[in-house]
């Protein structure tokens, strides 16, 4: 170019240079926003796991609409982030377009201003080395600034992960002191011995350390023995001076200077009230509770039951055995001693019946019990066992309890969490825990004699104890005769697999994640572009990017124009100084031939009918303005372009979410929450920032071919025919490549499910995954999913790399084409129309190779537009709002009288019913229980009331109101529940409480007071202001279901219900939680579902179920009288002292009962068809 038109190279080459730094800028831009976006998406996902996990607490709770607000902002600023970054990108585009007009712009003009005459030669030259020149500043290096910037903000998110500090190891772990050794009591020195737990090992840092120091120990003594003969015992739990916390910016230790000495072969029960430490203090010895001093040495192996049973996809055997070896003896006894012959004998499948994600598709006792066994089929010295006889009946608790925890573990070292009192006499140590401080340890009798409080608590069960001893045989007895009578009555009804349900739904296989087949069809491009705009806006997007390209074009021709105009005026003056004919030869020839780049304009012009000139100024001052409005609309294109998709993919996640939040429990129980995950994440992902992009760009390189193939068929007809066989192979080429790499994009979308799935299953169940030691066995499972997800996405990169090898080998034939063409052809063409020809069929076979590239890529990217659109319509509940006319007063229901009249409700239309032909009448203000064995359909009657599953025939009335007639909210916001499993979100705790801001803070701190937690969120930081960890995990169980008992407090609904709301919660929080019934719902009706007896047996009616059906439904008192009921024979396993207290506690209430029922004689006779 120098030597063409001298300095001014320079100043168009400075032009082009001066964007280096504004694309550096804008890359770090990029990076900074890249950043922001990860994080606000990484929010979004949080929120939508936990909206995802906690989708029936949701449901129950009628409050999809605040959850949606939260998503909706978290959406709000995760858009704003990616819309920056994209018009950022967007722009980084647009200068490849008009970067390099800007630049020959600069140096056209320069070299006009001075005085250099613009010839055709001249514009061929600068226009081809820009075009040069613009590939690599203009947009390989942009793509290389975003890439870098990707990059490197992916690179520190994972580098930030993984300087994340990690667990102890299985020997030691660091606390707040620094230095970890090994030390025994009497001894000064460290041991300097490698010591072992789990089979893993690891070097003591030989460092001298006293024992008045404040050390951090968690390790095994059973070879320190061997070389100091120190007093612990082998294979026991020693803790010393033990405090700890979960987060050092905590006001309030975990545990304070907490000391214990676990002898082995021991079973030591851990009772305390709720929030006092019992399961941190198990997570201490598992090393998940990092500790600020003390000690803890565990010898032995050891194992772990949760007191959240944790399941995963699989098989029930899988979910025991967990990795160990199948030993069929061992396995069998296990299955015995934990309760779950019967349940293997109702499941489809027996124990290779596949459950749900969670386990959500069996009961909560199901859960607890497969949990348990998993934990003793392993074979250990220590067992933790956190609470795991709350979530199963009293018959079944008790057969835990001897045959499992005494009988198969005898000789074990035990250490057992429990609110089961009764248990506790045969317990050879008791530890009481109280704010995180052992209050008190001793054997029960011990115990009993102190003066404590525990005395009190014991009164009833220290009865029960004595006439137990004397009268455990005849228990036992009547159990096999229970167990009996059960079985053969469900037999006898052919409950078959139906009885095995929740409120969840019957167990379904895991539905395999749905695949599209062929291409991507057009509808799935409309409704992309009809999410972003109606067609005005879309006919206005695409009608800018055309002007954009016009504009191009124009500045082009008038290029070609300008050239022309200088060429003849130096024709002109020639011609005055008779020397025309040496100069018009060559260079009306090389005018005639001159096409410029990109434009379809000929230069061939008779030079004879040229009239009036414009000057050259007004020739600068019209390519000033056409290179202005390709800059303009370059921009504007890109902005009004992206600010389309940024509008498309809001529509579509509001879609998808509103379609997730209404979609029914059915859909949640057969689809993994990875799988759903997957959709919200890497999805959306692609639709938010790479299908923009890619569209975009595609649209942009369509209609640059456009003018390029004008050109080439202006300066060469013939050229079109090696073009179009050139075109032809490449549609070819496109098409098998289009179909396999769609269908590799599609599966490797569905292998990454299973990733997200895996990975979020072992966040959930990791303290249990660690404690028994299954790792490794997890690390193989996400190996092999992430080995079959990165072969797919292996296969998807080497597809396109083979697809490029194949364009690029046609693009070079064809060039070879044109070059020798030229040869061929007569030689009256000049060197500028040979050189544009060859520079033209690089420049199409680039751009068309691109092209196909990009538009293959964009139908393999719009497969994530279509997977979205699959989850925007899945099938939905009914309206969450009732139809006009029907909605109920705001009042209703005024008296609480719940109807089921022949209910039959199925959770799938393939499979039977779980209730059949349940008929009862709960009157105004009747406290009902609801018992039944582990499967017998209680779960599934709160599922018809809040009409989680339809019912398949029947009616549920309210008040006489056909509740199926209503809005979902309007029915579900006037039911108060208390689930069985008590779950809180992230977020304030006042928004946990009151979602919809409709209540003051006094009321809220009333109803915490009345739950007795005020004194403990006033010790909060922030009070109701204080953050609540994903999950609630900053509170115990016990505290969350009091937490649960503050929402039914506040909303003060005229019913409600009660599932199991006292299983995980110590005997004086039970009694808390009774008592504040009592008085705060005196006026409702209540129905609880409960496994403890004594929590329903003041109940003026009690519904016996069995395989689904009502056996029996009237006043305890009456049920207690036939010696043949199931109820009497529950109570009699209670022992003879229990079973008196709870028959007087039944007969108590009866009087009451009888009193309550002569107010309620009118209502009862105006409600028909009683059962």
Known sequence: MWTKIGISAIIGVATLLLFIPVQAGFGKMISTLRTCTARRTDERIKFMNQIVVGIQVIKLYAWEKPFAHLIALARKHEIKAIRASCFVMGLLSAFGRFGTKLAVFASVVSYVLQNGRLTAEEVFVVTAYFNILKHVMTESFPLAVIEVAESTVSIKRV???LLNEEVASAATQEG???????????????????CSLNDTELVKDPVNTKISDKITTVDTVDRLLEKTGGPT??????????????????????LTDVSLDVRPGELVAVVGPVGSGKTSLLHAILKELPLNSGSISVGGSVSYASQEPWLFTGSVRQNILFGQPMDRNRYRQVVRVCALERDFQLLPHGDRTIVGERGVTLSGGQRARISLARAIYKEADIYLLDDPLSAVDTRVGRHLFEDCICGFLVGKTRVLVTHQLQYLHTADDIIILNNGAVEAVGTFTKLQNSGLDFAKQLELEVGETMDDNLNRMSARSSDDCVSQCSANRLQHQNSGSSEVSSVAGSIPEMAAEMQARGSVGSRVYWVYFSAGGNCMVILLVFGLCVLSQLAISGGDYWMSYWSTVEEHRLIMSEA???SSQNVTGPIVNDTASYQDSNSGYSATTDVAEWGWLPSRETCIYVYSGLVASVIILSVCSVICFFTMCMRASINLHNAMFTSITRATMRFFNSNPSGQILNRFSKDMGTVDEIVPLTMIDCIQIGLSLLGIIVVVAVVNVWLLIPAAVMFLIFCILRVYFVATSRSVKRLEGITRSPVFSHLSASLQGLTTIRALGAQAMLEKEFDGHQDLHSSAWYMFITTTRAFSVWLDSTCLLYIIVVTFSFFIMSGDQYGGSVGLAITQAVTLTGLLQWGIRQSAELETQMTSVERVLEYSRIEKEPSLESPPGRKPKDDWPSQGVIMFDKVFLTYSKDEPPVLKNVS?????????????RTGAGKSSLIAALFRLADISSGQIQIDGIDIASIGLHDLRSKISIIPQEPVLFSG????????FSEYSDAALWAALAE????????????????????????????????????RAIIRNNKILVLDEATANVDPQT???????????FADCTVLTIAHRLHTVMDSDRIVIMDAGHVVKFDHPHLLLTSKHDVLYQMVQQMGPAMAESLCKMAQASYKKYLEKKKKHVEISESITDLP
């Open 159 to 161: 580098q930030a992960f």
């Open 176 to 194: 707040s002191c620094g230095k970890i050794t090994t030390t025994l009591e009497g001894s000064n020195k460290p041991c300097e011995c490698r």
């Open 233 to 254: 015992s082998k294979k026991s739990i020693v803790i010393t001076n033990v405090t700890a916390k979960w987060m050092e910016d905590l006001p309030k230790n975990t």
């Open 576 to 578: 005055n100084s008779g």
């Open 920 to 932: 009862f009448v709960l009157r105004p203000a009747e406290k009902v229980g609801v018992v039944g």
């Open 988 to 995: 304030s705790l006042r928004e946990n409480l009151d979602p």
């Open 1011 to 1046: 739950v007795e937690l005020k004194q403990v969120v006033d010790e909060l930081p922030a009070g109701l202001s204080h953050r609540v960890s994903e999950g609630g995990s900053n509170f115990s169980v016990g505290q969350r279901q009091l937490l649960c008992l503050a």
């Open 1070 to 1080: 039970d009694e808390l939680i009774q008592a504040t019934v009592r008085d705060k």
